[in-house]
């Protein structure tokens, strides 16, 4: 079995129903698995796991396209999440068994697809972006929907398929192979931006982390940390930023995974704070997976 894990996020977070009918989808498919969805209302946005098989994902990925651009309407959307299109990114994760130029196929072949049936500008980004700039998501997606029609008529946003210019109601999508990230939500005890502010920045100085600010609903800060599976472990990211929070004098109130990880990420956690593990290194489910015992639990679970 080949597995690749999609993160689609799209630009609705609001409507539970919708989540419903992308759930429902992967259900007719024998070898793809709805994982999790965390929709935020503030930021009008939902992020969905789905773990599938290479010869199953793609047709999963295509029918859920098309339902997100019959169900949502970028000129009607706001919310607090920078966002180009009602699809707005596709991030396609290379798990198990498959190699990055596998993937890589999938995107192109994706991306032509879907262009081409729906008129739909699509950026490919990553490890599968056709140049240097395209390769950060936040330089495709600066100026968001409101701007991408004029951003879109310079020569150097010409998208890599599909129309020169925005999908009226569906903006553009952002499609690519890239690494497996570790996301940890900080949610901080202060209302200060100044103070939230000088936390981002102590914390950008760590080179394998990103790090994104939030105000949130009740007016506290929240910190998001995104860091490459393999560059860091999750018990050291933990500890450097608690350490950060701390010298500014404020504390964590809580720590929130907002995607799911493997159980590989806290197994190398655990490596990493005992220091001298003997042995190989891996999950159940991992052995499983490779034994291509998957699909008979979950036809077990029916």
């Not at 698995?33 to 098989?53: A, L, P, Q, T």
């Not at 180009?84 to 994760?93: E, H, Q, S």
């Not at 570790?182 to 790090?211: C, G, K, M």
Request: some cysteine; hydrophobic content about 35%; glycine content about 6%.
């Amino acid at each position: 079995m080949k597995l690749i894990e999609t993160l689609p996020n799209i630009s609705e977070g609001k409507n539970s129903e919708l989540i419903r009918q992308i759930k429902n989808l992967a259900d007719n498919y024998e070898k793809v698995w709805f994982i999790s969805c965390k929709s935020d209302e503030y930021f009008n946005r939902s992020f969905i796991s789905i773990v599938g098989d290479l010869s199953e994902i793609d047709k999963f990925l295509y029918e859920t396209i098309k339902i997100c651009i019959e169900k949502i309407d970028l000129t009607e959307h706001s919310g607090h999440h920078p966002r180009i299109g009602a699809v707005d990114v596709v991030p396609i994760v290379p798990l198990i068994g498959v190699t990055f130029e596998e993937a890589n196929q999938l995107v192109e072949k994706l991306a032509q697809k879907v262009s081409s049936d729906f008129d739909l500008p699509i950026y490919l980004y990553e490890k599968s972006a056709h140049n240097k700039e395209r390769q950060n998501i936040n330089n495709i997606r600066k100026g968001g929907f409101e701007f991408l029609e004029k951003k879109m008529k310079l020569p150097e946003w010409k998208p890599d398929y599909g129309p020169s210019k925005p999908h009226p109601t569906a903006g553009a999508t952002i499609i690519g192979v890239r690494d497996f990230l570790i996301t940890l939500d900080f949610h901080v005890n202060t209302t200060d931006r100044w103070l939230a502010e000088q936390i981002q920045q102590e914390l950008s100085l760590y080179a394998p982390v990103n790090v994104f600010l939030v105000r949130k609903q009740n007016g506290k800060f929240s910190i998001s940390i995104n860091a490459k599976e393999g560059e860091i472990s999750l018990y050291l990211l933990y500890s450097q930023v608690q350490k950060v929070i701390h010298h500014f004098g404020c504390e964590i109130e809580r720590v929130s995974l907002p995607t799911p990880v493997t159980g590989k990420v806290f197994l190398n956690s655990f490596k990493t704070l005992v220091g001298n593990l003997d042995g190989e290194l891996f999950t159940i489910e991992e052995k499983l997976l490779m034994n291509s015992q998957l699909g008979k639990f979950k036809n077990s679970k029916n």
